[in-house]
């Protein structure tokens, strides 16, 4: 299984297009949506928690190659990665895990709640732009001590062992950003916004009044 967070909030072809991706790449795999109630990392989301996964299961009528986990919006307190794996691997222990991030998160992996129990419940697959490769010098001590641990540059023991590796794996950049898409909708930007999500979720959007400009005639 492979784990991919975040707040969709909202929902984009960034976060869709870079499953499908992983999908593909790594298959045969089963890439999980797990949307944040209370992210550890950032503000509370725009949008509710019920409107976030209302638009996710929108969204992956458009991408049958992913599912959805609610488990986080279903636990109260902050939404840390570390209980949602643990509890993934409750279920299942001898199954195949992994955790999707980004290259600028792992390298803030340090700050994470029990970072270094996530290599002990999953794979890291870290996902970045074709050619690219992390800067070791910028890493904090501890995480590099990890990443020449445990960096594999074989994708298939992602399915040998349970957890433990580093896996770096290339995908389509897809510079599209949920920050810039509720800056377009609060500016009524409906034509632009368009482009970077699925119609139904748009629609979901203008249905339900998301995102929009709260003092529309302040200076």
Request: glycine letters at 6%; aromatic letters at 6%.
């Amino acid at each position: 299984m492979l784990v991919l967070g975040g707040t969709f909030d909202p929902v984009h072809y960034g976060h869709l297009r870079l499953g499908r991706d992983l999908a593909r790449a790594l298959a045969p795999v089963d890439v999980r949506l797990v949307p944040a109630r209370d992210p550890p990392h950032r503000s509370m989301p725009a949008a509710s928690a019920g409107d976030r996964l209302a638009m996710l299961r929108l969204a992956v009528r458009e991408f049958p190659e992913l599912a959805i986990d609610t488990r986080e919006l279903e636990r109260q307190g902050k939404s840390y990665t570390v209980l949602t794996l643990a509890e993934l691997r409750a279920e299942r222990p001898q199954r195949p895990l992994a955790l999707v991030v980004g290259a600028d998160a792992f390298l803030g992996l340090p700050t994470w709640h029990r970072w270094k129990e996530l290599f002990t419940l999953a794979h890291i697959v870290v996902a970045a732009r074709p050619g690219t490769t992390l800067a070791i010098e910028a890493m904090a001590p501890h995480l590099k001590i990890e990443w020449e641990r445990r960096l594999e540059p074989d994708p298939g023991a992602l399915r040998r062992e349970r957890a433990g590796a580093i896996v770096l794996q290339a995908v389509t950049p897809q510079p599209i950003s949920a920050t810039a898409i509720r800056a377009m909708l609060a500016r009524g930007d409906v034509s632009d916004a368009a482009r970077l999500l699925p119609a139904d979720v748009l629609t979901y959007i203008a249905d339900h009044r998301l995102y929009r400009d709260p003092h529309p005639d302040a200076p």
